[in-house]
T-cell receptor
Framework: QQQVKQSPQSLIVQKGGISIINCAYENTAFDYFPWYQQFPGKGPALLIAIRPDVSEKKEGRFTISFNKSAKQFSLHIMDSQPGDSATYFCAARRSSGGSNYKLTFGKGTLLTVNP | GAVVSQHPSRVICKSGTSVKIECRSLDFQATTMFWYRQFPKQSLMLMATSNEGSKATYEQGVEKDKFLINHASLTLSTLTVTSAHPEDSSFYIC????????????????FGPGTRLLVL
């Protein structure tokens, strides 16, 4: 059972455009939703994260939109740049119940930003 | 930001040998470390969760006798792939969460740069 569903699998955007990646989760106990960026041959790096008590969080060109009732959250990359080309993973985690802060990852989205 | 290192970054070994991968938190104490493996163009698959001073908790389907994990200190965890075979070839990534009471948010997982293992 896949607890975090991510789409699209791949995305091609022109430079300056908006990249949008969506995730949906099933476990209502999840209370922390990070996005990670991974370049080929490297480990994932935390981009931005949100908790369900807010509907939106913005950091520079990156924005997370969160819809608690729909159990969905999305990453928006404004003014996308070729350097943003990478694989993006959404994740979710619950803080309680002895979870050890274990993350559940989506399958990833390969973003290509054309110059 | 918080730094997690891994050593080696790449290793090639013969089938049947054992390989040890180190994961260190360089500027914070990590009560919990995680080990993942990642196949090309796929997501991260959690192998085990390691708490300092206690036995690792393995995910379903991961052989604990094959993937030995030791978390001897608050800054070091090791993964040993015993009797490696070609099917163990993969990208192994560790991550760490900070100990409570420190400067780092406890909830954030910081990832290492990964170790590419190739078993011939």
């Amino acid at each position: 059972q896949q607890q975090v569903k991510q789409s699209p699998q791949s995305l091609i955007v022109q430079k300056g455009g908006i990249s949008i990646i969506n995730c949906a989760y099933e476990n209502t106990a999840f209370d922390y939703f990070p996005w990670y960026q991974q370049f080929p041959g490297k480990g994932p790096a935390l981009l931005i994260a949100i908790r369900p008590d807010v509907s939106e969080k913005k950091e520079g060109r990156f924005t997370i939109s969160f819809n608690k009732s729909a159990k969905q959250f999305s990453l928006h990359i404004m003014d996308s740049q070729p350097g943003d080309s990478a694989t993006y993973f959404c994740a979710a985690r619950r803080s309680s119940g002895g979870s050890n802060y274990k993350l559940t990852f989506g399958k990833g989205t390969l973003l290509t930003v054309n110059p | 930001g918080a730094v997690v290192s891994q050593h080696p970054s790449r290793v090639i070994c013969k089938s049947g040998t054992s390989v040890k991968i180190e994961c260190r938190s360089l500027d914070f104490q990590a009560t919990t470390m995680f080990w993942y493996r990642q196949f090309p163009k796929q997501s991260l698959m959690l192998m085990a969760t390691s708490n300092e001073g206690s036995k690792a908790t393995y995910e379903q389907g991961v052989e604990k006798d094959k993937f030995l994990i030791n978390h001897a200190s608050l800054t070091l965890s090791t993964l040993t792939v015993t009797s490696a075979h070609p099917e163990d070839s993969s990208f192994y990534i560790c991550s760490a969460t900070a100990a409570s009471g420190g400067a780092r948010p406890q909830e954030t997982q910081y990832f290492g740069p990964g170790t590419r293992l190739l078993v011939l």
